[in-house]
């Protein structure tokens, strides 16, 4: 919900694998107020499966707490060999 251009949800963004586990949605609004931990196990993903987690351009820990009008990008973990 926006009033006067605040706006009171936090956009999600997740990347590769995660997109498909969550059935490819690329855009994901969420309330603010939760850790990204809290934000990882209400999609039904496992807290280690987002390797990376950018807020709004920087590097963040999932104790991070999500605020109102926050960017966050879920980064997955990267296999190789």
């Not at 496992?46 to 966050?72: F, P, Q």
């Amino acid at each position: 919900m926006r009033r006067s251009g605040y706006v009171e949800s936090v956009e999600v963004i997740p990347v590769g694998r995660l997109k498909r586990m969550l059935e490819g949605r690329d855009r994901l609004e969420v309330q603010p107020g939760q850790t990204v931990e809290e934000l990882l196990v209400a999609l039904g993903l496992r807290t280690g499966s987002a390797a990376v987690v950018i807020v709004n351009g920087s590097r963040v820990t999932k104790s991070y707490v999500l605020e109102a009008g926050d960017r966050v990008r879920l980064l997955p973990l990267i296999g190789g060999g």
